[in-house]
């Protein structure tokens, strides 16, 4: 069963693929890859094999057998665009969210140009079903051309996270992007956020229409700085993009 999460902005994570490599800054302390090698080697464990790129086939079910609609973060311990992940299994996570239409999926990705490509030639042009959303991580201006590629795939459900946020994003142009969340790094060597990276994507997505949801300063533990940015809780949700019969159920 998917299990349930902490996630500020999720209700719960599934995983069928666990296990990454990394690609950038942002996976430098990746909080994944901490949680899973601590198990490595312990035998029977889910995460016997550490963080070494694994899929389970075996929860590809999940979703159908959870009844009641959530919003399920998909591969919150891996990225299901990894180069190394076959085509024919990534269909097979999309399948299995097609047929549990009745949640909304949130897939989130460092592998910008691979979730574009693969999308493109899955729905031929047409639109992704509005209960799949499609994300990007974008730790620092360096990596905003993943914003681009997004932006390149037909959907109104496309959302970014800046975080773990590691430098300024700069005047980036966030038209047509649905939400925004933004937070800095956990753990036991987190760099620090500076609060004018934050106030400048705030600005950025209320000039651009973006829901802005700010997650975390950061600090050795999650809640260490809290989630205050000017005296303020900023959790927006673009709940005009849910589908308004999964809308319905969540709010009964």
Request: charged share 25%; proline share 7%; net charge positive.
């Amino acid at each position: 069963m998917a299990q349930k999460s902490d996630i500020e902005w999720t209700d719960a994570t599934w995983n069928p693929v666990t296990g990454c490599t990394k690609v950038g800054p942002g996976c430098d302390n990746c909080y994944a890859e901490r949680f899973a090698e601590r198990w490595r080697g312990i035998p029977g464990h889910p995460y016997e094999q550490g963080f070494d790129l694994t899929l389970w086939p075996s929860r590809l079910q999940q979703p159908v057998l959870w009844k009641k609609p959530r919003m399920i973060f998909v591969n919150s311990m891996s990225d299901l665009f990894h180069k190394d992940i076959d085509r024919a299994f990534i269909d097979q996570v999309f399948d299995a969210m097609e047929h549990a239409d009745w949640h909304v999926y949130q897939v989130l990705t460092k592998r910008s140009s691979l979730m574009r490509n693969y999308i493109r030639k899955r729905y031929e042009g047409g639109p992704v079903p509005r209960h799949i959303w499609l994300g990007v991580s974008v730790e620092n201006a360096a990596h905003t051309s993943r914003i681009e590629h997004l932006k390149q795939i037909n959907s109104d459900a496309r959302f970014i996270s800046f975080e773990p946020l590691l430098g300024p994003i700069g005047d980036v142009n966030l038209m047509g992007i649905a939400w925004a969340i933004v937070g800095g790094e956990s753990g036991p060597r987190a760099r620090p956020m500076e609060e004018n990276w934050a106030r400048q994507l705030r600005d950025t997505c209320d000039r651009d229409a973006v829901a802005f949801f700010f997650k975390q300063w950061g600090g050795p533990r999650p809640k260490s700085g809290g989630r205050l940015l000017d005296g303020e809780e900023w959790n927006g949700f673009p709940w005009q993009i849910v589908p308004k019969p999964i809308l319905k159920k969540i709010s009964a």
